[in-house]
C-alpha cells in the first residue's frame, strides 16, 4: 500500500525554493519524499533526474526497488545494471553512488536528489565543480537530505538560507511522521544515551 505525504513532508514538497535542504530525523520519510519529488518532475517531459547516495550500493537499497515499482507503467525501459529508468515521455532517472560522481560532470539535469549529504566526502570541492554546473542550463534544482552528523559540511549548508534566497531549510523529527508508532520512538528515547537518541 503507498503511503500518503504526510504534513510535513508536503510542507516541503509545495516549497518553491530552487535549493531545498532537509534535515531530517530517522525514519521521518526522506526516501518517501525524494522519489515522490523525483516522479513528478519526471512526469514533465524529456526530464533529466539524478539520485545520488553516499555509495552505488546505497542508491540501490535505499530508492531502486520503490522507485522502479512506482514508475514501472510510465516506463519504457528499465536497466537494472545501471540504474536507470526511462519513461515513455522521454525522461530519465537515474541513480548513482556519491564515490563516482565524477562521471556526472558535464551533464545537465533538471532535479538532483542528493541523500545522506552529511555522509559524502569532500562535498563542496564535487558540489562546485561537478554538481552545480549540471544545472545551468537548465536553471534545475537540488534537494540535499540527511540526518544531521555533528557541524560539518551539511551544517554549513543547512544556514545557507541565512545568506542565499535560493536556498531554504527544512528540520522534522521522526516524531513529525504520523506513520511511526508513537511508542516505539518513546521506547528509543528512555532506553538510548541521548546522544545516540538525538
Avoid at 163 to 180: A, G, Q, R, V
Wanted: charged letters at 30%; proline letters at 4%.
Amino acid at each position: 500500500m503507498e503511503l500518503s505525504l504526510h504534513n510535513s513532508q508536503k510542507t516541503v514538497a509545495l516549497d518553491k525554493h530552487r535549493f531545498r535542504v532537509l534535515r531530517m530525523g530517522r525514519r521521518w520519510g526522506k526516501t518517501t519524499l525524494a522519489i515522490d519529488q523525483m516522479k513528478g518532475r519526471a512526469a514533465i517531459p524529456n526530464s533529466r533526474i539524478v539520485y545520488i547516495a553516499p555509495t552505488y550500493q546505497q542508491a540501490r537499497d535505499i530508492a531502486w526497488e520503490n522507485l522502479k515499482k512506482d514508475c514501472k507503467e510510465a516506463s519504457e525501459s528499465i536497466n537494472e545494471a545501471r540504474l536507470e529508468i526511462k519513461l515513455v515521455n522521454g525522461s530519465l532517472i537515474i541513480l548513482r553512488g556519491w564515490e563516482s560522481v565524477e562521471t556526472l560532470r558535464g551533464q545537465a539535469f533538471d532535479l538532483i536528489v542528493l541523500d545522506e549529504v552529511a555522509m559524502m566526502r569532500n562535498f563542496w570541492v564535487n558540489w562546485h565543480e561537478v554538481l552545480r554546473p549540471t544545472l545551468t542550463d537548465t536553471r534545475g534544482e537540488t534537494m540535499f537530505i540527511s540526518t544531521p552528523k555533528g557541524f560539518n559540511h551539511f551544517y554549513d549548508l543547512s544556514n545557507l538560507e541565512l545568506t542565499d534566497k535560493e536556498f531554504k531549510s527544512f528540520h522534522y523529527t521522526s516524531w513529525d511522521n504520523p506513520h511511526l508508532p508513537q511508542d516505539e520512538i518513546q521506547k528509543a528515547k528512555d532506553t538510548l544515551p541521548p546522544d545516540r537518541f538525538a
